[in-house]
Antibody
Framework: QVQMVQSGAEVKKPGASVKVSCKASGYIFPDYGVSWLRQAPGEGLQWMGWISAYNGHTNFHPKFRDRVTLTTDTSATTAYMELRSLRSDDTAVYYC????????????????WGQGTLVTVSS | VLTQSPGILSLSPGERATLSCRASVSFSSNYFAWYQQKPGQAPRLLIYGVSNRAGGVPDRFSGSGSGTDFTLTISRLEPEDFAVYYCHQYGIAPFTFGGGAKVDIK
């Protein structure tokens, strides 16, 4: 079965960077893209960006384009999200989620989610 | 922008729940979904493509709508259905979610 397993919680200081991993299993990794989303405490969901696991093509929310890097490692079947210049309002649970369908190009709902990674930004 | 209403719905088990989501622009595609989220858990996909139930989702959940108005209906609330529900459009980037609607026990 499809599984997305994320790395553990992180505590960072303002201005630092964080890199969250998302290990995928149960499917052919290059066939589906991976999106990243976040949810601040008590708030709703926000889509951050998407990466094709086939060719590395990305699509970003304008709010995050300058601070986020998305990568994949096909041999490790793992996707990564790095967020730079952290601020206190970046404190949130970060989720990875796999494309629902093959060939969606990022225009997808999310049937398969990671468990979430809490990133806390505090001085 | 997706606006969900009501923000909180207080109902009893067995009752019908109707959750609305209104978009600020009209969608010509059917790239619209609904999720359920319980505390401490990742969201769970319920409905995709406006009206298609995701795998394993009970048939008491149904989705409908077009253009700017979309609806999630839970025909008879079960105890496990009390949760927060989010609508989601994935037809126009950047993809967006509604602010959420909580269904709690009356």
């Amino acid at each position: 079965q499809v599984q997305m397993v994320q790395s553990g919680a992180e505590v960072k200081k303002p201005g630092a960077s964080v890199k969250v991993s998302c290990k995928a299993s149960g499917y052919i990794f290059p066939d589906y893209g991976v999106s990243w989303l976040r949810q601040a405490p008590g708030e709703g969901l926000q889509w951050m960006g998407w990466i094709s696991a086939y060719n590395g093509h990305t699509n970003f929310h304008p709010k995050f384009r300058d601070r986020v890097t998305l990568t994949t490692d096909t041999s490790a079947t793992t996707a990564y999200m790095e967020l730079r210049s952290l601020r206190s309002d970046d404190t949130a649970v970060y989720y990875c989620a796999r494309d629902h369908d093959y060939g969606s190009g990022g225009y997808t709902d999310f049937a398969f989610w990671g468990q979430g990674t809490l990133v806390t930004v505090s001085s | 922008v997706l606006t969900q209403s009501p923000g909180i719905l207080s109902l009893s088990p067995g009752e019908r729940a109707t959750l609305s989501c209104r978009a600020s622009v009209s969608f010509s595609s059917n790239y619209f979904a609904w999720y359920q989220q319980k505390p401490g858990q990742a969201p769970r996909l319920l409905i995709y493509g406006v009206s298609n139930r995701a795998g394993g989702v009970p048939d008491r959940f149904s989705g409908s709508g077009s253009g700017t108005d979309f609806t999630l209906t839970i025909s008879r609330l079960e105890p496990e259905d009390f949760a927060v529900y989010y609508c989601h459009q994935y037809g126009i980037a950047p993809f967006t979610f509604g602010g959420g609607a909580k269904v709690d026990i009356k």
